[in-house]
């Protein structure tokens, strides 16, 4: 098992390493300078500007110096913050994606599985058809249309909700901001999670032992939740991993629609900036969290199922 | 002299205005440009003239003239524009037009790198002179983007930069504009309008042409905090680092520069100069400064001034503006390193409460001119206490009406009435809070339920329903929108092409149609907005 562990371990880094060699690559490669504006600058203050940055090294001493860097957290300072390092806005962006990242997981689990647990219930009924059509459109629909048409139902057509920012502290009144852009990160989650509870559901309503189970006279709702509900759920869990790792990242179109100051706000403008050193910050944050997580996911798999171990 | 004749009147004989060397003196062609150019009443139908131009230069109807790529910046205001373009040169000249946009980087790299045809530009004045707009097409600007450079423009451009008396430096200016519309490197299209969205409850903002509002009198009523939309997060609080018009908003409402702009007129009022005196010679500027203090309650002082001016030309500092500086006696030399030794900019404080500038020539907006953030003053012991970190919210130290409360990245900057500001009793918020939204749509749902007090960038697809509103504040700005020619090579080389497009497009149409809010048609470059300055036009005959 601890050999299993250090491999994936292992694969993990070298993956980070890839991935930070050609995203620094990149970042080189782009056209267009960090300090080109509408309003030209003089070449000896871009060349001032170059030599403060070490842009003007080698491109292998660059990295280098950057390498080093990141195996202290620290991603250097920013071309588009003057003066600032790249921490100083990713961690407090990274702190806040996370939030509304796990809340959105959360909320997408608390909806989908119930819904798609009560359509199997109802399989082939009109409740089923239902909550299976809600579902296909949450699938259908991107979030950067929900959102905007969330944000004109809820927020400006019934002033119910407002349609943007970060709470300012913990009050009720505050926390209401999140609940829109909560609802559009998790909507097509709801829906996955939804069709693969119906589906697993629906396969083990079908095995033997829930026979046996029936034939107990058992009531059917015990027979659902205790007995069918425990394996039903395996693939949502198995889709767990990947999701709250999409959850995590997938944030960046919904922090632009309600002004959420996260990670991926930095990452946008970092790249229309040609911010090299925020590019990179957000792209190791972003890319060691799916590894981490992945990592974990195979850890878990490993302990549940010894053949992974193996192969 | 024969340089500006020529192209007046043999023009059609020459590819290029760019290739005049023979040296000239002031007063001749200065007066031919005026009988001949500046006097002319516009032609009435500037589409037939366009064509006959096109014709003379060998592309009859569009004849024999290769497909025109026009290069715009990935932006729909920007691609309906060039979408019109496209039509009015194919229909009032039979030209073939190619639409290529880019994204915003990339875009300015092909525009200084002159991998273009015909470029989408705007120019926003600094200060409220002609010559910010002349300045930009000087051969040694690096904002050019042209490849256009006329020696008799160069020169005037620098000759009205020795003259004292106004009337004649504008006379020079206007002369020089004229060169300018005579060959056209740019293509002018309209003067811009200023555009924001403020709540009646916003008391003590008013539009004037630099859309720059002071916010010392500024409040919301029934309540102590005014939430104002910046349109992006700001890049830095340290005045020599900051570039942009978000930036100016933050630093001119946490520190004051010697003079500060009238909230309703933009002129020039006393800031930490009480009053000043003006040498006869306009040269040497002596301002007195008042008691006043920064918000740690250490006095400030002429030293400030002289410290934060030779910072931001020090030419290891690199720093955006400071080629504002450079009418100063001194600060150009030292900035770009020609000299080593700072104390050669002539900026001194004669004690702690005179401040004496020695300016390389007259420069009549030179009060105006000290309200930007590169002027202001700052405080070298705090600067060396703390190092790179002296803008934090624990260590800055401001002297403007406002300090600095809370820096949230993304979030907002948060402002506080500064009590010790020697104006303060006029200041009548409690706290400015600058949301950081580029977003521009979710910034005005924001403000739509009331999160926002002010939007000062408003969205495009939204626009023809926004102007109708009674909230709406669009004004007149100084800034023109225009396209520019690469005049290096091609068709585009020749002069009289450049005209023809220039006159064949209906401004009328874009300003009604297309643009929608109220621009006002160019058929100059410099924006008609000084009263004793006349704009020549472009569309009369050569």
Known sequence: MLGFLIRRFAAGLATLFVIAVLSFCFTRLAPGSPFSSERQLHPEIIKAYEEYYGLDKPIYVQFWRALRGYLHLDFGPSTMYRGRSVNEYIEPGFAKSIRLGLLGAAFAFLIGLPLGVFASAHQNKALDHAAMSVATLGICVPNFVLGPLLVLLFGLTLKWLPTGLWPEDGSLKELSKLILPMITLAMVHIAYISRLGRAGMLDVMNKDYIRTARAKGLSERTVYLKHGLKNGITPVVSYAGPMVALVLTGSIVVEKVFAIPGLGQHFINGALNRDANMIMGCVLVYSSLVIALNFLVDVAYGFLDPRVRVS | ?542
């Open chain 2, 1 to 542: 002299m024969r340089a500006v004749w020529s192209f007046l009147f043999l023009a059609p004989l020459l590819a290029s205005c760019g290739s005049k060397t023979e040296p000239t003196s002031a007063a001749k062609p200065v007066k031919a440009v005026l009988s001949t150019f500046l006097k002319q009443e516009p032609i009435p139908d500037r589409i037939a003239y366009a064509r006959q131009l096109l014709a003379e230069a060998g592309y009859p109807g569009g004849k024999g003239l290769p497909k025109l790529e026009v290069l715009y910046n990935t932006d729909e205001g920007h691609k309906k524009i060039a979408a019109a373009i496209q039509q009015m040169w194919n229909k009032n000249l039979g030209v073939d037009v190619e639409l290529r946009n880019s994204e915003w980087k990339v875009y300015l790299d092909d525009l200084s790198k002159l991998r273009y045809q015909v470029g989408r530009r705007g120019w926003i004045g600094d200060y409220r002179d002609p010559y910010t707009f002349i300045e930009l097409m000087k051969s040694d600007s690096g904002n050019n983007n042209t490849g256009w450079s006329d020696p008799d423009f160069d020169r005037l451009a620098l000759e009205s930069g020795a003259e004292a008396d106004p009337a004649r430096r504008y006379e020079i200016l206007r002369q020089a504009e004229a060169i300018l519309l005579c060959d056209l490197p740019v293509l002018p299209l309209y003067y811009y309008v200023s555009q924001a969205a403020w709540t009646d409850k916003v008391k003590g903002v008013y539009q004037n042409i630099m859309d720059y509002h002071p916010l010392n009198e500024a409040y919301v009523e029934g309540s102590d905090t005014i939430v104002i939309n910046n349109g992006t997060e700001i890049q830095a609080l340290d005045p020599a680092l900051a570039r942009g018009v978000p930036e100016h908003r933050v630093l001119n409402a946490v520190y004051e520069g010697l003079t500060r702009s009238d909230p309703r007129t933009y002129d020039p009022l006393p800031g930490v100069a009480e009053t000043w005196d003006i040498s006869k010679d306009g040269k040497t500027y002596t301002f007195h400064l008042r008691e006043c203090a920064w918000s740690d309650g250490k006095k400030v002082t002429a030293h400030d001034f002289v410290f934060a001016w030779r910072r931001i030309l020090n030419p290891a500092f690199p720093s955006d503006y400071a080629h504002m500086l450079h009418v100063v006696k001194g600060a150009e030399p030292y900035n770009s390193k020609k000299t080593s030794d700072p104390l050669t900019v002539a900026v001194e404080a004669k004690d702690d409460r005179t401040f004496v500038v020695e300016l390389e020539h007259p420069v009549p907006y030179f009060p105006e001119l000290v309200t930007h953030y590169a002027f202001h003053p700052l405080r070298k012991d705090v600067l060396e206490k703390h190092g790179d970190a002296w803008t934090r919210t624990e260590n800055i130290v401001t002297n403007g009406p406002f300090k600095v409360k809370e820096w949230r990245p993304n979030e907002h900057v948060l402002l506080e009435k500064n009590d010790g500001y020697w104006g303060s009793a006029k200041t009548k918020t409690r706290y400015v809070k600058f949301l950081p939204i580029d977003n521009r749509l979710t910034a005005w749902n924001l403000y739509l339920t009331g999160k926002c007090d002010w939007v000062t960038t408003l969205p495009v697809e939204k626009m023809e329903e926004i102007i109708k509103r009674p909230d709406y504040h669009g004004a007149t700005y100084l800034g023109i929108y225009y396209w520019s020619f690469n005049c290096t090579n091609g068709p585009l080389k020749d002069r009289r092409v450049r005209k023809a497009l220039t006159l064949a497009l209906d401004r009328d149409i874009i300003v009604k149609r297309i643009a929608l809010q109220g621009q006002v048609p160019a058929y100059g470059f410099v924006p008609p907005m000084f009263d004793a300055y006349k704009s020549p036009r472009f569309d009369v005959k050569d």
